[in-house]
């Protein structure tokens, strides 16, 4: 549809409040604080997340929950839909995120074989809906670790989650040990019954695959129907095996074999079995042999041999730094850069692939002897997430930090610290501590003493500005969030002194800086604005249009602020051209007092000249 027809339709929309269309619903979703623009369904296409306006997607979030890996609330993220209310909330307004992996049990949804467990189906998707009434989109996660808790001895130090007793028993597996294990992945390689487990399901022994496929697809089934038409559209797809891993190979075989031969039609059976469900519209969140990008235990992967997988499949991986956490393998702190060029090989194994990824866990652990590291680490994560430049050269090379890149951190447990999990059924082995599993202990909140939820981790690097949607396609995007290691500001990416109105406006706040080339649609830009950027401190120098405390955003206001769409009190940035194919710009500040309007002319004309002579 040309530019001109859009921009009248918006016109239409704002003067008549919506646009009904015979057969079709309003164009304003059923969420709180929606704008015309809000609660389309998400495609992939040209290697983007795109909502229905045509706009650019990044999805930040977190995973919901690791207690799913718990029996205490019998594979449950949450306790009530009340809580799930409660951690919707706090996720958005605490945390940030616009999106989460939602965790589900294959055991708790299929304990007898044959037989669905409605009970537990009706409350999972009943605090699925929690999240969707809060404007937060969700994929589902049929979530594993060392394929099944059943495995493990009451005794043992370890245990598992994912398949059904009946699924083990089937095995008669041997009795577990991991030998000499510090840690509990070892598990995944030197457990001789997870091993063989392992193996049993990708090659369907006793029909195990099978099983699995039938009650996920009857699960899809079930979540589809149980939802609203309004819920439904903020699914965005299905994780439909968590970490997969081969177990042990074939004679002959390996990784890249393996995910040829027994991975990937795994996943086209599955996606077979969405569309059946009647999720054909929504994608696959595919994952690779777990260790394919590894920075210590590295096979060959990521689908080398799939071919282009195109718009129903989207590449999804996970990063954790395990020379970090080893404590050994690295023993200072995460520096500068320090992950970019792991998640551009995520990035390009996504375009090589012909559609768009996303790391749907990353994270460091809270506790134990590496927990130290965790500030820097994860800064330089969502830096790697932000941009494939390093802050340092940001500024000099602004037009290789590519697209945004989407994530989802690991974990957010409300009960973390709260837990009263008996450890493999035994009474004897009551955990209360961490996330309550194989000594996690990496939630981002946790609730006090009042019942309220907390942040255990710098609001200022888990609340972030991020481009939540472009309306054109994102050039390049950084973000200086001034997060602390202890008492040390943290700034990776100052503002050069080439650029001294810019610089001063900034001073020692937080800003973001994005680039954009506008599209044809009417729908305006979004970022997310962090609660460290009420509207009285908050500044705009854009292309635009300049502003100090942004007014409230119409569709005659170029540069505005609004509610995000769920009623938490969040909020955006609203970021408004009338052109196509054109270059934007946006500084986004809180370290501005009262900037008046010759600095900020100043700083525009700065940013006009710096972008002119970046983006040629």
Not at 218 to 234: P, R, W
Request: hydrophobic share 40%.
């Amino acid at each position: 549809m040309p530019n001109i027809r859009l921009r009248l339709l918006t016109v239409l929309v704002v003067l008549f409040g919506s646009l009904t269309v015979s057969g079709a619903g309003p164009a304003t979703a059923a969420v709180p604080h929606s704008l015309w623009f809000d609660g389309t369904a998400l495609t992939v296409s040209n290697g983007r997340f795109v909502d229905g306006q045509g706009r650019e997607v990044v999805l930040r979030g977190y995973n919901v929950s690791g207690e799913t890996k718990l029996d205490e609330n019998h594979g449950l993220p949450f306790a009530s839909v009340a809580d799930a209310k409660k951690s919707a909330t706090a996720l958005r307004a605490l945390g940030g995120g616009n999106s989460v992996r939602f965790l589900l049990s294959w055991a708790y949804a299929e304990p007898v074989r044959g037989q669905l467990d409605t009970a537990y189906l009706a409350a999972a998707t009943a605090q699925m809906g929690a999240f969707l009434d809060a404007g937060i989109r969700v994929y589902p996660d049929f979530h594993q670790d060392l394929y099944s808790r059943y495995l493990f001895d009451s005794d043992s130090w370890y245990t598992g989650d994912g398949a059904p007793q009946w699924a083990v028993d089937l095995g008669n597996y041997p009795d577990e040990s991991c030998g000499i294990c510090f840690l509990w992945g070892q598990n995944i390689t030197q457990n001789g019954a997870v091993k063989a487990a392992q193996y049993d399901f990708w090659h369907n022994a006793h029909g195990l695959q099978d099983s699995f496929l039938t009650t996920a697809q009857k699960t899809m089934a079930y979540i589809k129907q149980n939802l609203s038409a309004e819920q439904f559209t903020g699914v965005l797809g299905f994780d439909p095996y968590n970490e997969p891993y081969a177990g042990t190979y074939d004679s002959g075989q390996a990784s890249r074999t393996w995910e040829r031969d027994l991975l990937w039609p795994f996943y086209v059976k599955f996606r077979a079995r969405m569309d059946a469900a009647g999720w054909t519209d929504k994608p696959a969140f595919v994952e690779p042999n777990l260790f394919w990008n590894g920075n210590v235990s590295k096979e060959e992967g990521g689908l080398l041999d799939a071919g282009a997988i195109g718009s129903r499949y989207v590449f999804n991986t996970h990063f954790y730094d395990q020379k970090a956490i080893s404590g050994v393998l690295m023993w200072g702190n995460a520096s500068d850069g320090q992950y970019v060029s792991d998640f551009a090989t995520v990035r390009d194994r996504a375009s090589a692939l012909g559609t768009t990824a996303i790391v749907s866990e990353f994270g460091h652990p809270l506790n134990g002897s590496t927990a130290g590291k965790a500030p820097t680490v994860l800064k330089a994560m969502y830096q790697a997430l932000d941009s494939r430049v390093k802050g340092a050269n940001w500024w000099s090379t602004p037009a290789t930090s590519g697209p945004v890149l989407s994530g989802s951190q690991w974990q957010w447990d409300i009960y973390n610290g709260r837990h009263s999990e008996l450890m493999n059924g035994n009474p004897d082995k009551v955990l209360t501590t961490g996330d309550a599993w194989n000594d996690e202990d990496l939630s981002a909140v946790r609730l006090d003493d009042s019942g309220k939820a907390v942040l255990r981790q710098d609001a200022r690097l888990l609340d972030r500005v991020y481009p939540s949607a472009t309306s054109g396609s994102t050039l390049a995007f950084t973000y200086e969030d001034r997060s602390r290691d202890g008492s040390t500001t943290l700034t990776w990416n100052p503002v050069p002194s080439s650029l001294p109105n810019v610089s001063s406006l900034v001073g020692s706040g937080q800003y973001s800086l994005l680039v954009w080339r506008s599209g044809s649609g009417s729908a305006p830009t979004e970022l997310h604005l962090p609660a460290s950027f009420p509207n009285a401190s908050t500044t705009v120098v854009s292309d635009l249009g300049t502003a100090y405390a942004p007014p409230a955003y119409t569709s005659t206001t170029s540069v505005g602020t609004t509610a995000e769409p769920g009623g938490t009190g969040s909020r955006r940035l609203l970021l408004t051209d009338t052109d196509s194919a054109t270059l934007h710009y946006a500084l986004v500040t809180n370290g501005a007092a009262s900037p008046s309007a010759t600095v900020l002319n100043a700083a525009k004309s700065e940013l006009a000249a710096w972008m002119a002579s970046k983006f040629a």
